[in-house]
């Protein structure tokens, strides 16, 4: 059992900048690919960012070029720094961990984008 634990969330303005972070309870953090996703309100929960235990990374159109996910396997944790944020970013942001077929995910961090 992996125990993910997001923090960093909460209200900023817009085109403000904000920075997550996931840290996991397993010595094997490593091996796991890593993920971000995001569900607003009345909408399904979708795939932000991405990377694989490789480094690869992977980005929505929606968010490329603002947002940068990073993973520290030191400090088992990973990162979401989001830039040049807008209204529509507005979600919970949930952390996953994932190797094979088993995936685990955190409790999710409030990011709300308004003036």
């Known amino acids: 059992q992996v125990q993910l634990v997001e923090s960093g969330g909460g209200l900023v303005q817009p085109g403000g900048s904000l920075r997550l972070s996931c840290a996991a309870s397993?010595?094997?953090?490593?091996?796991?690919?890593m993920g971000w996703y995001r569900q607003a309100p009345g909408k399904q929960r979708d795939l932000v960012a991405s990377?694989?235990?490789?480094?690869?990374?992977y980005y929505a159109d929606s968010v490329k070029g603002r947002f940068t996910i990073s993973r520290d396997n030191a400090k088992e944790t990973v990162y979401l720094q989001m830039n040049s944020l807008k209204p529509e970013d507005t979600a919970i942001y949930y952390c996953t961990a994932t190797m094979g077929i088993q995936s685990y995910w955190g409790q999710g961090t409030q990011v709300t984008v308004s003036s």
């Open positions: 990377i694989t235990s490789s480094g690869s990374t």
């Open positions: 397993t010595s094997a953090f490593s091996l796991y690919a």
